[in-house]
């Protein structure tokens, strides 16, 4: 970026100079409307993903005897955690009004991420794609017939690759390799060894790069370009991964109503989504608001040095200012947030859905992580901690934001949703090392 549009930036955004000086901010978003809206994007293709992945729940029972007891659907509870929002509270010395709970999602099925929801879905849809075109699968079909050798040998002869910084990965690579496929998965120098190695375990060859995300992603699109049989799942752009994101959305509507958590006027929903290129948080904060409207107030978390959404966002040019353009370096223990250029396509549509952004430290992560264990006995990776950090920055920051919507004096009827994104498949020894550093 040339120096003088920098210079433009810094002048046009004051918040800016926060952010590159790596201090943790709440940024609104002045865009969101009530009734949000984008012409990139529909709820007819969140509609065929929870179709498509129905159809698919006899062939992930046997494929996965873990999802029988929920019928072959990949989805998480919700909970809430009284001591840790106590523990916060002291830690950080506000009170948080409302009901705090979490999103389990570092418990979902197969690969213990929220990119279980987006990565599977777009495997799946491909290989239902491959298997209907070839007159080996209708629509109709009991799927079960997909974990057959016949199957596994046809799609042995096709690839998939991906360009990750851990969990989109291990999603791609474990249902990928299950399917049968041939699966590549170019990692950035942020990806931790314990997935790599499971994803080598698994069968999948991975690629490593001393380059960040932004790199691995653009090396194996061009790889795949290169091989008509290779599927390439692009985290930067694709629409698959965002739909399977937003079934999320729906599955916790029916969560709500059975547990009584109403979202109303008089019942403000606030949800806190770890934010890396964007297509994880994005999917579900599309769904969310295309369901309850305006009560529903999302913000996105990122890492002090990798606010590649908030920067995006907050200058309207998306993928074209990266982290490294202000002078930050994208380093962080929160692997899966290590992005530095957010995704263009999913930054257009948030525009007028999300409320805002906000900057955690990394101290702040393992902080975190410490009280999470310390109170609830609950383990999640340095990523999904930054959810935490929403209610807190709300409640301090966020003063201005709340009067404007008229909620401020509703809080105590609030829900605080933390979307907890990642943990469960951390290995022990893997654990202790971070619990070191809370
Ligand atoms: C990938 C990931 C995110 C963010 O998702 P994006 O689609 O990259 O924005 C958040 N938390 C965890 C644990 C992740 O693995």
């Not at 974990?147 to 249902?175: C, H, P, W």
């Not at 390439?232 to 029916?254: C, H, P, T, W």
């Amino acid at each position: 970026m040339v120096n003088n549009l920098k210079h433009e930036l810094f002048e046009a955004y004051p918040l800016l100079k926060n952010i590159a000086n790596q201090n943790t901010v709440l940024w609104e978003n002045t865009k969101r409307l009530k009734k949000a809206q984008t012409d990139l994007f529909s709820m007819e293709e969140v509609k065929e993903a929870e179709e498509t992945l129905k159809r698919f729940s006899s062939y992930l029972i046997v494929a996965f005897p873990e999802l029988a007891a929920s019928e072959g659907l990949i989805e998480s509870s919700i909970k809430e955690i009284p001591n840790m929002k106590a523990a916060l509270e002291k830690e950080f010395e506000t009170s948080i009004a409302g009901q705090f709970i979490l999103k389990c999602d570092y418990a979902l099925p197969i690969s213990g991420s929220i990119k279980a929801r987006g990565g599977i879905y777009e495997v799946l849809k491909h290989a239902e794609r491959l298997a209907i075109a070839n007159s080996l699968l209708k629509e109709e079909d009991d799927y079960a017939t997909l974990a057959t050798d016949e199957l596994r040998a046809f799609f042995q002869q096709y690839t998939i690759a991906v360009g990750s910084t851990g969990n989109l990965g291990l999603s791609i690579g474990i249902m990928g390799t299950k399917l049968g496929f041939n699966v590549v998965v170019h990692m950035s120098s942020d990806a931790k060894e314990w997935k790599k190695a499971m994803l080598r375990e698994k069968g999948a060859t991975v690629i490593e790069y001393e380059a960040d995300y932004s790199v691995a992603v653009e090396q194996g699109r061009k790889e795949a370009e290169q091989n008509p049989m290779c599927h390439f799942i692009d985290d930067e752009n694709s629409k698959d991964l965002f739909a399977g994101y937003a079934v999320a959305a729906k599955r916790l509507q029916a969560q709500f109503e059975k547990t009584n958590i109403a979202v109303d006027e008089e019942h403000p929903l606030f949800v806190y989504l770890p934010c890396g290129v964007g297509g994880g948080p994005g999917g579900v904060a599309y769904g969310l608001r295309e369901l309850f409207g305006e009560h529903v107030h999302i913000f996105f978390a990122e890492p002090v040095a990798s606010p590649c959404m908030t920067i995006g966002l907050m200058t309207g040019l998306h993928d074209e200012i990266s982290v490294e353009d202000i002078g930050l370096d994208n380093k962080t223990e929160a692997d899966g947030l290590a992005v530095g250029r957010a995704s263009k396509f999913v930054g257009k549509v948030m525009e007028t859905y999300i409320s805002g952004c906000y900057t955690v430290k990394d101290e702040e992560l393992f902080t975190s992580l410490g009280l999470a264990m310390e109170s609830e006995g609950l383990f999640l990776e340095p990523s999904a901690h930054a959810g935490m950090f929403g209610p807190i920055q709300l409640m301090k920051n966020g003063q201005s934001y709340l009067e404007k919507h008229n909620i401020a004096d509703k809080m105590e009827q609030a829900t605080h949703l933390v979307w907890a994104t990642g943990g469960s498949m951390v290995p022990q020894e893997m654990r202790e090392e971070y619990l070191k550093k809370a």
